[in-house]
Structure formats: structure tokens, C-alpha cells
């Protein structure tokens, strides 16, 4: 396997122009198609792999992106430079009271770019159905355990009831199919991962389990306690009959297993082992965070400030270009895997999925 398969070293090209037009595209030859967007830092939930008890430093309002800076920054993403598929998260984007008008002003974007989003499920269940009507396409849900107790331990609230609503309305709201992404706990994951998977399959979800990154805002994390996609694996095939999806995988994150119950295909789990079995060779994301900065990979150390650009009057051409040249010099891979490795100084929450 290659080093920038792995997703090591970190390295860069020598510096040269970004392309003035055309796809959205690095020295590597990757193109960008899927924007990722944080519309909020805020988060309702305190996950013990996220964040502290008490929360963190929020943004102060004004320097989060206005609804007209981000429904702008959406047109110009899909009109100028190719993107294909918007996934809106956090923080917890269901805490932006106007989420359902962006929804709708990214459906009327032509192109119509495919419109997804993550949540933490919490209040979901009384805005599926007008997430829907806008024009959201489909939703992922984060759901780390379905044992009450356990859920309560790891967000540090008591909303188990609400997520699991949340879950429910989403696919009777037709945002299919409905997947529910997972970071194991280090002691209990394991159990947990076996008991998700049969609650997916029983309720009609598809699983994502995701290796736990380091993206903590305690930078805490420790890859030798964290569970690998291996041992994931070997803990669901104790219980369920799995085999290899045959699809190409592409740019997605996870790896597909299909679930057998005899010679029925029962559904199919993913595994995101963006630590263990890194992909960033077919990486396909340029992610705009809450306050207006381009990030090119989700372990960038540097960002690009297209709310600046915004704010002193810049033209759509220069904001392209700013986005462009981001895009640019995206390194080969992330870098976890490098001995000198550094965590980003933001963490998850500020990011964005």
C-alpha cells in the first residue's frame, strides 16, 4: 500500500499557481466535489471523546458566517467550482433555527447538489418531515450505544428517548436510507458494536462505525486504547455472518460489509478506519467551518479566511480563487500515521464532520 494511502507523510508539493478554473482539484490529482459545512460550533450534547463537561469557548455570533455569507459560499462552491454534495453538521446543526431555509436555498442551487446532514439526533424528531420539504436528501445520526445508561454516561445527558424519536422520524419521513454513525467507547465498544448493528438491522438503519480520531478538545486520545477496524470486525463476525460489499467503493469513507442471514442480505455495515486504513488517496472533501475558513483535510494545520474576503467586499472571482488555492495545497495525506504528527488545534466540534 502506498504512503499516501496510508495517509502518511504529511507532505506537500512544491508551491505552484492553483488552476484558474475547472475542477476543483490538488497536486495530487484529487477533485473536490463534497463541501462539508459546519453551520455551528454549538453543541447540545458533551460527548467524553469531544469535549469537556462545561463545553468549550462558542464562537461569538458575529464571527460565525450570516445566513446570506453562507447561502453565497454555497452558490459559488456549486456553480464555480464543481461541488456535488453539501453535507451541513457541527457542532449540532439542529441548534441553527434556520436550518430548514439553507436546506432550501441549497436546493435551488443549479446544479442541484445532493444535500445530507449530521446530527446528534436530539430535536430531530420534530423537524424531519420540514427537513424533508426543503430538500434534504439524507441524514446520518450519532448513536455510540443503544444501552440508556451507557448513552447517558458517554454524551453526559440523558436524550437516549429523544435520538432513538429522532431516528424514527427521519425514515418515516422518507430521508433514506437513515445511517447511524458510532465511535465506540474503548471499554464497552465492542459490546456496543454488536447490539447497534442488530438495532439497524431491525429498524431498517445502516450502521457507520468510526474509528475515534484525534480530535478531542482535551487532546487526550490514545491510539492503543482506541478500538481499530480489525477488532471491530472480529468482534461483529462472532455474531453475524459478513462478507465483503462487491461495489466499488469510490471516495466514500467507509468499507461496506453485507450482512447475511442465510442466503438473505440482511443490510450492510461500514466501517470508517480513517486512522488504521487511512484513504486519503480518494478523498474528495473541502470543509468550511463555522466562522468562514476553508479547511482541505479534515487534520489540516492551516485554514484559508473567506469570511475576511467576504466582509472587505471581494468578488466572487477572488473568493473562487482564495477556495482554489486552499484546495490546492492540500497535502498527500493526514499525517496520523507520522511519527511527528501534531493534532489540529481546533477540535471536532469546531471542525465539522
Not at 488552476?19 to 454549538?42: H, K, M, N, Q, Y
Not at 465506540?184 to 438491522?201: H, I, K, Q, S, Y
Not at 494545520?301 to 473568493?319: I, K, N, P, W
Request: glycine share 8%.
Amino acid at each position: 500500500m502506498s504512503a499516501v494511502a496510508l495517509g502518511v507523510p504529511s507532505v506537500l508539493r512544491p508551491p505552484s499557481p492553483a488552476p484558474a478554473d475547472g475542477p476543483l482539484i490538488d497536486t495530487f490529482g484529487r477533485i473536490a466535489t463534497d463541501l462539508r459545512v459546519s453551520l455551528t460550533d454549538l453543541c447540545n450534547l458533551r460527548c467524553t471523546y469531544c469535549m469537556p463537561a462545561e463545553g468549550l469557548d462558542w464562537l461569538a455570533r458575529d464571527q460565525k458566517l450570516s445566513r446570506d455569507e453562507l447561502t453565497r459560499l454555497l452558490r459559488i462552491g456549486v456553480t464555480r467550482l464543481g461541488i456535488t454534495s453539501v453535507r451541513f453538521t457541527g457542532g449540532e446543526p439542529l441548534v441553527v433555527p434556520y436550518l430548514e431555509e439553507v436546506v432550501a436555498a441549497t436546493a435551488a442551487l443549479r446544479p442541484r447538489p445532493e444535500i445530507t446532514l449530521t446530527t446528534n439526533g436530539v430535536g430531530l424528531a420534530a423537524r424531519a418531515a420540514a427537513l424533508k420539504q426543503a430538500g434534504l436528501n439524507r441524514i446520518n445520526v450519532s448513536l455510540d450505544t443503544v444501552d440508556p445508561a451507557r448513552f447517558a454516561a458517554i454524551t453526559r445527558r440523558d436524550r437516549f428517548d429523544d435520538v432513538v424519536a429522532g431516528l424514527r422520524a427521519a425514515r418515516d419521513a422518507g430521508l433514506s436510507p437513515v445511517k447511524v454513525n458510532a465511535v465506540l467507547d474503548p471499554a464497552t465498544g465492542l459490546e456496543d458494536a454488536v447490539a447497534l448493528l442488530r438495532f439497524c438491522l431491525d429498524n431498517g438503519y445502516q450502521l457507520r462505525i468510526i474509528e475515534q480520531m484525534p480530535l478531542d478538545a482535551n487532546h487526550s486520545w490514545q491510539r492503543d486504547r482506541a478500538l481499530s477496524a480489525e477488532a471491530i470486525l472480529g468482534a461483529l463476525r462472532r455474531h453475524f455472518t459478513l462478507s465483503l460489499d462487491p461495489a466499488p467503493r469510490g471516495s466514500a469513507p467507509a468499507q461496506l460489509w453485507r450482512v447475511h442471514d442465510g442466503a438473505r442480505i440482511a443490510g450492510h455495515v461500514g466501517i470508517i478506519a480513517s486512522v488504521s486504513q487511512a484513504f486519503c488517496s480518494t478523498c474528495d472533501r473541502s470543509r468550511l467551518t463555522a466562522d468562514g475558513q476553508i479547511r482541505n483535510c479534515l487534520f489540516a494545520r492551516d485554514e484559508t479566511d473567506l469570511r475576511a474576503l467576504l466582509r472587505s467586499g471581494a468578488d466572487d472571482a477572488a473568493l473562487e480563487a482564495a477556495w482554489r488555492t486552499a484546495m490546492w495545497t492540500k497535502a498527500a495525506g493526514h499525517g496520523i500515521n507520522d511519527p511527528d504528527f501534531v493534532q489540529p488545534d481546533r477540535p471536532m466540534s469546531a471542525i465539522g464532520g
